[in-house]
């Protein structure tokens, strides 16, 4: 199955990031409604099977957590979910460490200002502020940094 028709999309709903590699053979696709976990098999004519969805409705906030490697969802029910991004493709091996950081830095950027903005369009408009210690934008009703752990 193709990966577009593997997310079996619903009326209205758009793939807004595909590119979370996060694991060998998974991977996770953002959507305007969901974030979709699927399993591909195949190393060069990849299939893609749905593991597990959750709807963005359901997400408060998303965080990078460099001890976890991985990006945290702050579920609005108080549970959190792990979303380890790792990896590009078989090019990133033969350029430099620094580069591959570089661009690893820059997806998990995308990725948690992409969920943060899908998560808000439900909710009231919340001030954002950044950071003083390690520049990540968060929202002002936070007392601490979602990133560093810094206090206002």
Same mark, same amino acid.
């Given at each position: ?33 969901? $974030?979709?976990?699927? *399993?591909?098999?195949? *190393? ?11 709807? #963005? ?33 078989? $090019?990133?091996? $033969? ?19 992409? #969920? ?23 929202? *002002? ?12």
């Amino acid at each position: 199955m193709e990966l577009h028709d593997a997310c079996a999309l619903s009326q209205g709903e758009s793939i807004i990031l595909e590119d979370g590699n996060i694991g060998r053979n998974k991977k996770v696709v953002l959507t305007n409604k969901r $974030l979709i976990f699927l *399993e591909s098999k195949g *190393e060069f004519d990849k299939t893609y099977h749905k593991e597990d969805g959750i709807p #963005i409705d359901d997400i408060e906030f998303a965080h990078y957590d460099a001890e976890f490697g991985a990006i945290v969802l702050q579920l609005k029910n108080g549970e959190k979910d792990l979303i380890p991004i790792v990896g590009f493709d078989s $090019l990133d091996v $033969l350029l430099s460490s620094a580069v591959t950081e570089v661009k690893m830095q820059a997806t998990i950027d995308r990725w948690v200002n992409v #969920i943060n903005t899908s998560a808000k369009r439900g909710s009231p408009a919340a001030k954002r502020i950044r950071c003083s210690y390690c520049n990540q934008i968060y929202d *002002e009703a936070l007392s601490n940094c979602p990133t560093c752990g810094a206090s206002r």
